[in-house]
Each structure stands twice: as structure tokens, then as C-alpha cells.
């Protein structure tokens, strides 16, 4: 990006509006949004057959039926490494694109942000699949919200609202807070897969890759059309 001097003939007004649309041209300039929906959303889709394969199942017959109990070992095998390598690259891309435009990025805080949460994320976990299955407890709805929250697909959103703040981005404050309401209600559209506990979660986890990377589309677009 490159800027000219512009006489503002000594008005102070003019000079703060001048000054104020160079910051907004720079936010604009610093902002990759795109790469990182899009790199979220891979992590996602990539994560599913994951999720699936890592699955632990375990049915009893009971006077009803069958009750089972179910240990998601693929989203400790696969998501912490492949979160902190998702926030490595995203902040490789804003410094690489940043630099090539001669601007700085504010990316670190968010990426710092991300993996915060992975490893809180990973800590929770693990200590719940050491309690759990020794002291069964039925939650109430909203213990399963903070649950949700603090699943990878949560962390995700509370990250990309650190993002957005960082970018003054409200465009991406009120698409986060969209996808938010989409994993942590959650929002499954009527789509489910009635078949066994190893698979009813996938619609869920469909979409919420599906939010990101139609957000990615999204905000390519708008850059595009910004040029």
C-alpha cells in the first residue's frame, strides 16, 4: 500500500478525517479474515473421520434396553496439535501478507489467544476423562452449553472474537457471534443422523465447518470487491 500527502488546507477537521480514513484504509489492509475462516474450517472438516475413527463406545444391555457410555478420544489425539498448527499458520499468513503490503499486523494476541484455549481446552478434557467414568453425574443444560464453549469448536468462536476486536472487524463480530449461536445451542437445521452414539454428533460438527467456510467465502468476496 502506498500513501500520498494530501493538503488539507489547515482545516483540523479535514486533517482528522483525512487521518481517520488512512487508519480505516490500514485496518481494512491488515485484515486476511479469509484465511483464517479457511483454515479453521479445514481443521474442522479434517477433524471429522478423526472424530469418528477415535470414538470409544461401550454398551451394557439394562431393563430398558442398552446404555452406553462413549470416550471421544480422537478430538484429544487430533485437536490440540491440529489447533496450534491452525493458529502457527494463520498468523504466518497476516505477518506474510501484512509485510508484503508494508504495513504491521496485530494477529499475535489472537494466535496467543487460540492456543490459550487449546490448552484449556485439552486440560478439561482430560481431567474429565479421568473423573467421569468413576462418578457419573447427570449435567444440567447449561453445564452442556459450557461444555460446548470450551470444545475446539468453541474455543474457535471465543478466539475469533478476540480476532475481531483486534480488527474493529464488525462484520466478523456478527459473523462470530452467528457461528457461536450455531455450536453452542446448538443450531442443527432438523438434519440428524439417527444411528448410533459413534456418528449422531457428525451433522453437528458438518456444520459448524460448513459456517466457517462459507464465512471464508464470505469475506474473500468482500475483499475482492474492495480492491
Given at each position: 500500500?502506498t500513501t500520498e500527502p494530501v493538503s488539507a488546507g489547515g482545516d483540523p ?136 464453549l470450551i470444545a475446539p469448536w468453541g474455543t474457535i468462536g471465543v478466539a ?13 463480530f456478527l459473523f462470530t457471534l452467528v457461528y457461536l449461536t450455531v455450536v ?44
Open positions: 500500500m477537521r479535514r486533517l482528522l478525517s483525512d487521518a481517520r480514513a488512512l487508519a480505516h484504509r490500514v485496518r481494512r489492509d491488515q485484515r486476511v479474515t479469509w484465511v483464517a475462516l479457511m483454515i479453521l474450517a479445514g481443521v474442522t472438516f479434517v477433524g471429522i473421520p478423526i472424530d469418528w475413527a477415535g470414538m470409544e463406545v461401550h454398551c451394557t444391555a439394562v431393563a430398558d434396553g442398552s446404555a452406553c457410555q462413549f470416550a471421544r478420544t480422537g478430538v484429544l489425539i487430533y485437536w490440540p496439535p491440529a489447533l496450534l498448527l491452525a493458529y502457527a499458520a494463520i498468523a504466518f499468513c497476516y505477518v506474510r501478507v501484512a509485510r508484503s503490503r508494508g504495513l504491521g499486523t496485530r494477529v499475535l494476541p489472537y494466535a496467543i489467544t487460540g492456543i490459550a484455549l487449546t490448552v484449556l481446552f485439552t486440560a478439561a478434557w482430560i481431567a474429565a476423562r479421568l473423573y467421569f467414568p468413576d462418578h457419573p453425574v447427570t449435567f444440567p443444560q447449561w453445564a452442556l452449553v459450557f461444555d460446548r475469533l472474537l478476540v480476532l475481531a476486536r483486534l480488527e474493529r472487524n464488525v462484520a466478523l453452542l445451542v446448538p443450531v442443527d437445521f432438523g438434519w440428524h443422523m439417527n444411528v448410533t452414539v459413534r456418528t449422531e454428533w457428525v451433522p453437528q460438527q458438518v456444520i459448524n465447518g460448513t459456517v466457517l467456510l462459507l464465512g471464508g467465502i464470505g469475506f474473500a468476496m468482500a475483499r475482492r470487491r474492495q480492491r
